[in-house]
């Protein structure tokens, strides 16, 4: 359908976005547009003001310091893919990045978009949650296990804008995405990671509350950063999402298959459908 | 039978002609057209798959700004507006006849623009707001407000057969419109009884949607001057939709002018009529300013004419060498709300007994009313469902006794000398060679390799599966077509009322009439969808286009010739059989008097010529032609299956078609990989389902709706096979459809046999990936160790 | 009203349009270039695809506004003032890559932006993959994959060299 009309705005800042945020109760940022703008053309929502992050300075690139990688939150997906600094230092990261949506989604969808939104299917929270982030806004940092609240929803407060995520730099990453037929977004995928002693791993399209943590498997992880550890993975299907796509069942089924061929795949991100 | 020796062009991969203004952007899509002064026109959609219309309140709408009218059922009524003759039960002489119960006359439920009784599906238009811009239509739509009484519903087509159903139309008893019985019932129950083995299998060959990529869209005009409506609006056959819309609105045709020029794809969802095209034409009379509609995506998936959904239940008894001896089958069709075309459950009907020699055979046939969307013809109307059900059983049939499948299949295969073949419902097999079909479609797929490919799979811990189909599908199509042949300046302009989307007319149309008329390709123009022009025509549908407008050009060329030779006899004053003509040029015997159509065609405008002669050097040539013709061939697949996730890898896919005379090799190979992706859908990924507990749809964009697409297909291999049917002068079939037609069986053949060890289990089309899961954990559940 | 100025197909246009415009709207309706199709309503389908600032984009999701002051090249400027074809017009119109054409102008869009900037050689699978942000209902891909791949092949080769009429198999 045609959107509602709407006021669009160029902020030439962060403080100026802030300001037009905060005087008009109705208001969305807008990213890349790539989930806000298809939300608007089905007129799920009615904004009385759009405020273009994407042309605020400063929110914008990727940047290397010892051993985190900062990614400015209006980065497209394509840079982050292409980006020669992700390849070397996360490759899982720039892997996966590289198959979210398509190349023209990659062209316009941002890490910020993406992560404010937190859809339930989506990459990119797999990767914060996985790797441990840290979410940096406007006027806090956020540590990823305190971001990701629900369906949708995120610790951010109204107005409040994600300037850029900074991901550790892990000895050793995976990600393995079994992708809906129809929508492309995952039914089930599986973000590893280790840092020293240490693992996490994360799962997005699967949980009946968003993005998780599977701590059985970051336990054997621990001991073990392999493939073998997968065996040790317990998904409770009460705890995963139904629908047409998968039965609970089936998704802890998935669960445990990416989880496996993540670990099997280290370095690198592998899509199945 | 032409001669061979006057192809030049027919036969030749010709690039077409049509590419030049759709690469560039300068195509000609509904949608594309503007009028100064146009107005926008939404549609208010129930939402309740069976409802009461008890009020409809247009004052908030009215309210809005922007709006200019808001439409209802009773206001259609009030001005005289028909319901739109569909006239869904095929007619042409050998279509299988479709009766209604106890051997009545089909009753189809009326199809008036807006109902005023009741909505009978999810998204049924219940009212029309028209706007200045279409935000504002938009918005004035979501302020009508309508009170319904919801009503017990029913989407399922068995449980819409039960007599205690939910009812759509007081007209009839029960939901069923047709019940039909074909066939030999006493012989067939004889040969059963006598029968070694008998094999049966029951299925459900789900609702699928054509996705034409083009949603339908309409601009009206009305010019009260000349008392003429306009309309911009693709279709599959615009003479068609000229008739049916002028018989809505009860005008005289004359003052319809339908212009569809280029459609973005069909498959059959345009072949109809929509309310939407006769409710603008009617708005822009009243408002007196042109109305525009196109649909979102999401109206298309809601209320585009959708496809098949057949429940087929057959049974096979074999002797004991298993030699095909009856056949029984019972189909059922859900037609819908309201019966817009009875094509799938006819076509079918009449090729049920497949490829193979059955010589008796009963076939029950049934159509039922559901709360959903209508259904019509869709890519291979009904052959696909059947070619399924026959298919399946016959390997089932190899899996149970013990035959080889391949061999089972030679064994019962109609053989080329049986041609022309009656099958045991009465259909003539016109002309084929399956026994070659079949052995070089196992030849060019490499059957012969797959068992070291299927060794590597498993070594990879895949399971791969070979699948095989053998096809054979029906094309009769509206029977009449028309063409005028006129020589023009420098062009030879062929008016013709087929209407491609996609199909080339323009470029093989052309191929013909060059070879014909001894012109240069270059120099004939192919004029199509515009019904001040195109005065007469079938469309495009069943395939019908190469083979009806091949002929009736043949003769228009025949007579055009005769024309051209009659004009330069007179001309030079000589006897009729001193002037020939050869290669285009017109010659007088024995002296070097010679034209070509270009010279002789300006002395045509000449005055003082005998009335026979008169008109210039131009014919109209009708034709009517009721036989149908026989595309057949056979198809051969590989799916690899992940067993830990279910997912499906198509690594190869096969096919040789016979569609008679290929006129135009390139254009043929696009439609089998075109018609072959369809059908793979089907079998994979796209179904129209509907939430068993609120009867709502569930696809209701490509979110939900799988596609083929270029990340989950093969490139195929593809050869066409030429044998040219007795029937037209060309020998041609069609070679739109058979990609379809076997694709169904040949995808589920292949993942049953790649679930070879997990007990060969029935799953109903999509076959997704957790589908496949579930049938394998059922199975090891089945068999744990004790 | 948001007044927005692109250069379009090598010529700058001003207009003012309500801030909600899309950029395909601008295209289709106020600047009559109606080479660039609509086909859904999800940004699935790719009818939509232009190049903004080089960079194939889904026209239908992108704002008009948030196109300002860029360079957005459509299916209609693609072709030379002379009428001389792009390469991949030339081999779409020689290896059947389109039937019905409502697909063709996003499709051949997405095609060259791949050509032109994938960072590797193109492969059949490459090509697969990364062209699945289009739907063709009418062609089974099957050509379309063949023109992509030919066109690469030419870059890659010789530049003056056509791509080939391959002949059917």
């Known amino acids: ?273 | 039978m032409l001669a061979e020796q006057i192809f030049k062009s027919v036969g030749k991969p010709v690039p077409r002609n049509e590419d030049q203004r759709l690469i560039t952007g300068k195509g000609r899509f509904s949608d594309d057209f503007s009028l100064p002064g146009q107005i926008w026109a939404a549609m208010v959609r129930s939402p309740h798959p069976h409802a009461r219309i008890v009020s409809i309140d247009k004052t908030e709408a009215l309210k809005m700004p922007g709006v200019l009218a808001v439409y209802t059922g009773a206001d259609c009524r009030n001005d005289g507006l028909k319901a739109i003759p569909h006239n869904p039960v095929p007619s042409t002489k050998y279509d299988v006849k479709l009766r209604g119960p106890g051997d009545t006359e089909v009753f189809a439920g009326p199809n008036v623009l807006l109902p005023e009784d009741k909505a009978r599906h999810v998204g049924e238009a219940v009212a029309m707001v028209v706007a200045e811009t279409l935000e504002q239509a938009q918005s004035g739509a979501e302020q009508v407000a309508i009170d319904y009484e919801v009503l017990p519903w029913v989407a399922n087509s068995e449980e819409a057969a039960k007599p205690d159903a939910p009812r759509l139309w007081d007209e009839i008893p029960s939901n069923l419109l047709v019940d039909s019985f074909f066939g030999d019932e006493a012989a067939t129950a004889k040969a059963f009884a006598a029968a070694a083995h008998v094999v049966t299998m029951k299925s459900h060959v789900g609702r699928v949607t054509g996705v034409p990529l083009e949603p339908r869209a309409a601009l009206a005009h009305f010019d009260p001057a000349t008392q003429r409506y306009t309309i911009y609006a693709g279709s599959g056959g615009a003479v068609r939709q000229k008739q049916e819309l002028a018989a809505v609105l009860g005008i005289d045709p004359k003052n319809v002018r339908v212009l569809s020029f280029d459609v973005g794809g069909n498959f059959g969802t345009r072949n109809r009529s929509f309310v939407e095209f006769g409710l603008v034409m009617w708005a822009s009379k009243k408002l007196g300013r042109p109305v525009k509609f196109r649909a979102e995506r999401s109206e298309a998936f809601l209320t585009d004419y959708q496809g098949r959904d057949l429940v087929t239940e057959v049974s096979l008894a074999l002797d004991k060498d298993g030699r095909f001896l009856a056949m029984r089958a019972s189909n059922l069709s859900n037609v819908g709300a309201r019966c817009v075309s009875l094509s799938p459950l006819s076509k079918g009907s009449g090729l049920i007994t497949g490829s193979y020699n059955i010589p008796i055979a009963t076939l029950h046939a049934r159509a039922v009313f559901s709360n959903t969307m209508p259904t019509q013809a869709y890519r291979s109307s009904g052959r696909p469902e059947v070619t399924y059900a026959i298919e399946r059983l016959v390997d089932k049939a190899a899996r149970e006794l013990g035959f080889d499948r391949f061999e089972l299949r030679r064994r019962n295969l109609v053989h080329a000398e049986q041609m022309p073949y009656t099958n045991a419902v009465g259909s003539i097999y016109d002309s084929g060679e399956y026994e070659k079909n079949m052995a070089r479609a196992l030849e060019i797929g490499d059957a012969a390799g797959f068992a070291a490919r299927r060794a590597e799979a498993k070594s990879r811990g895949k399971l791969l599966g070979l699948g095989f189909a053998n096809y054979v599908e029906s094309s009769i199509g509206s029977p009449k077509e028309r063409a005028d042949l006129i020589v023009r300046k420098d062009l030879i302009e062929i008016v013709i009322g087929t209407q491609p989307a996609g199909q080339g007319h323009e470029t093989s149309f052309a191929q013909v009439t060059a070879d014909l008329l001894g012109v240069p390709f270059e120099q004939v123009k192919i004029t199509l969808g515009d019904t001040d022009i195109v005065t007469a025509g079938g469309g495009t549908h069943s395939g019908r286009s190469m083979r009806h407008a091949s002929t009736v050009i043949a003769l228009g060329s025949v007579d055009l010739i005769a024309k051209g030779k009659a004009l330069l006899a007179h001309l030079e004053n000589v006897p009729l059989d001193k002037v020939e003509f050869e290669d285009g040029v017109f010659r007088v015997a024995g002296s070097n008097r010679a034209l070509s159509w270009f010279e002789l065609s300006p002395l045509a405008d000449q005055g003082g010529l005998p009335v026979e002669l008169q008109g210039g050097l131009r014919v109209r040539r009708d034709n009517e032609m009721h036989t149908p013709v026989y595309p057949n061939g056979a198809c051969l697949c590989e799916i690899e299956v992940d067993p830990e996730t279910g997912a499906t890898d198509i690594k190869r896919y096969t096919s040789i078609d016979d569609v008679g005379r290929c006129i135009n090799p390139l254009i043929v190979h696009g439609q089998t990989h075109g018609a072959i992706a369809q059908g793979v859908g089907q079998a994979l990924w796209e179904e129209c389902a509907i939430d068993p507990a609120s009867g709502q749809p569930l696809m209701g964009s490509f979110m939900d709706y799988g596609m083929p697409r270029f990340d989950n297909l093969p490139s195929f291999k593809s050869e066409i096979a030429e044998v040219l049917s007795p029937t037209n002068p060309f020998g041609v079939k069609a070679g739109g459809e058979g990609g379809t037609t076997g694709a169904l069986a040949v995808i589920t053949s292949a993942i049953d046999d790649a679930l070879s060890d997990y007990g060969h289990p029935h799953i109903d089309m999509p076959i997704t990936p957790i589908k496949i899961w579930n049938a394998i954990q059922d199975y090891k559940n089945h068999h744990k160790a004790t | ?169």
């Open chain 1, 1 to 273: 359908m045609v959107m509602y009309p709407t006021h669009y705005h160029r902020p030439k800042s962060l403080e100026e976005a802030l300001k037009l945020h905060a005087d008009n109760e109705e208001a969305s940022y807008l990213s890349g547009g790539h989930t806000l703008i298809p939300a608007l053309k089905q007129r799920l929502a009615r904004p009385s003001d759009l405020i273009d992050l994407a042309v605020v300075p400063g929110l914008r690139g990727i940047k290397l310091e010892k051993n985190v990688l900062s990614i400015g939150a209006t980065t497209t997906h394509a840079e982050v893919a292409a980006s020669s600094v992700v390849r070397k230092a996360i490759p899982a990261l720039a892997g996966m990045v590289g198959t979210i949506g398509d190349r023209h989604v990659r062209n316009r969808g941002t890490i910020g978009g993406s992560v404010a939104n937190n859809d339930p299917a989506a990459d990119y929270p797999a990767a914060v949650l996985g790797l441990g982030a840290t979410v940096v806004t406007d006027r806090r940092r956020i540590a990823a296990d305190d971001f990701f609240v629900a369906l949708y929803e995120t610790a951010l407060e109204p107005g409040e804008i994600i300037t850029c995520i900074e991901f550790p730099v892990p000895d050793q990453a995976g990600y393995a995405k079994f992708r809906s037929a129809a929508s492309r977004y995952a039914v089930a995928a599986v973000f590893v990671a280790k840092f020293g002693g240490s693992a996490r791993a994360a799962v997005t399209g699967a949980g009946s509350g968003g993005v998780f943590r599977l701590r059985d498997l970051e336990a054997a992880l621990a001991k073990d950063f392999g493939p073998a550890a997968a065996a040790h993975c317990k998904v409770e299907p009460g705890n995963m999402l139904e629908d047409h796509v998968g039965s609970s069942e089936y998704r802890a089924n998935l669960v445990v298959v990416m989880a496996r061929r993540a670990l099997e795949h280290l370095g690198e991100a592998s899509s199945y459908k």
């Open chain 3, 1 to 169: 009203m948001q007044h927005v100025t692109i250069t379009i197909n090598g010529t700058k246009v001003s207009c003012d349009v309500p801030d909600e415009t899309l950029l395909v709207t601008l295209l289709r309706e106020h600047l009559n270039l109606t080479g660039t199709h609509v086909g859904c309503d999800t940004t699935q389908c790719g009818c939509c695809v232009v190049h903004l600032n080089g960079k194939s984009v889904k026209s239908c999701t992108v704002l008009a506004a948030q196109a300002q002051d860029g360079e957005v090249t459509t299916v209609e400027g693609l072709a030379q003032k002379d009428g001389t074809l792009h390469p991949m017009q030339e081999a779409f119109h020689q290896l059947h890559a389109l039937q019905c054409g409502y697909c063709t102008p996003g499709m051949i869009m997405a095609a060259v932006n791949l050509v032109d900037t994938y960072p590797e050689p193109l492969t059949e699978e490459i090509v697969r993959e990364q062209m699945e942000g289009n739907l063709c209902r009418c062609t089974g891909y099957h050509n379309i994959v063949k023109a992509i791949l030919a066109v690469a092949a030419a870059k890659q080769g010789d530049a003056d060299k056509r791509p080939a009429l391959a002949g059917v198999e």
